[in-house]
């Protein structure tokens, strides 16, 4: 009986040898965090069978620029409701747009929000 006990590994420890981006797909079926292309590259060689959507996903992200965003286009009321939603962009913008945005920010969003700071921070981050 506890050889039998010593051989059957919890499910969340087989998880846990997974790469990172894979275990972020297998959580909950999305790409929440920022991976570089060679951490995405080797992931997708490493996913299971069991986790076969989430090799679709990770190869999607890694066509998309490595953080699992979409494409989206660069309308300035598009980018100031994705910030002003959650303090974050979901979607990617064209860096031309988004600086457009952060140039003339409107006064209200610039107090009541973190907007400019993610702006700035997704401006950083990709120039």
Do not use: W
Request: net charge positive.
């Amino acid at each position: 009986m506890l050889a039998t006990l010593a051989l059957a590994t919890p499910a969340h420890a087989a998880k846990a040898k997974l790469p990172a981006p894979v275990r972020d797909c297998a959580t909950d079926g999305r790409i929440d965090h920022h991976y570089s292309k060679a951490a995405l590259r080797s992931a997708i060689k490493k996913v299971p069978a069991k986790y076969k959507f989430c090799k679709e996903r990770l190869n999607r992200v890694l066509k998309h620029g490595g953080d699992g965003r979409l494409a989206a286009s660069g309308s300035r009321t598009k980018i100031i409701r994705d910030c002003t939603d959650n303090s974050r962009l979901d979607k990617r913008y064209p860096l031309s747009s988004i600086r457009k945005v952060a140039k003339k920010l409107p006064t209200d969003v610039k107090e009541y929000s973190r907007c400019g700071q993610v702006l700035r921070s997704e401006i950083r981050a990709r120039s």
